[in-house]
């Protein structure tokens, strides 16, 4: 007779495992918001690994991603790396000066 030995998340329901990632997710973006206001850039690390989480939530359990809103807040964490990497790249063109239009924006096609 042959023992398998089993892996700890295997012995979790789908539900467990959903609910895991989802904590861990809680507390990168915790981390990610402390650290935004006090304007330390984000660990790219960090935002690789909040997209695996909720990607691996949504193949998991479709009732727990859908219950917690998982594809908006994948949504919602691209289009906040979006907005996080123009404000690096408005910031680097700001001094510059030759792409600042009138208010003081930075426009979207330096000349």
């Known amino acids: 007779m042959m023992t398998i030995m089993m892996h700890n ?11 895991r990632l989802y904590n861990k ?3 990168l973006e915790s981390k990610h918001r402390r650290s935004t ?5 984000s660990d790219p690390n960090a935002w690789q ?3 695996e989480n909720y990607e691996a ?3 998991e359990d479709h009732a727990f991603s859908e219950q917690h809103e998982i594809e908006y807040a994948l949504w919602q964490l691209h289009y906040g ?3 996080e990497l123009r404000g690096h790249f408005n910031a680097a063109l700001a001094p510059s ?3 600042t239009s009138q208010g003081g924006k930075v426009s979207a096609r330096p000349e």
Do not use: F
């Not at 206001?37 to 850039?41: D, E, G, H, K, Y």
């Open 9 to 19: 998340s295997l012995d979790l329901s789908s539900r467990e495992r959903a609910q």
């Open 25 to 27: 997710n809680v507390k």
């Open 37 to 41: 206001q006090a304007r330390i850039p």
């Open 49 to 51: 690994q909040m997209q």
């Open 57 to 59: 939530i949504i193949l």
């Open 81 to 83: 790396r979006i907005e």
């Open 97 to 99: 000066g030759s792409a």
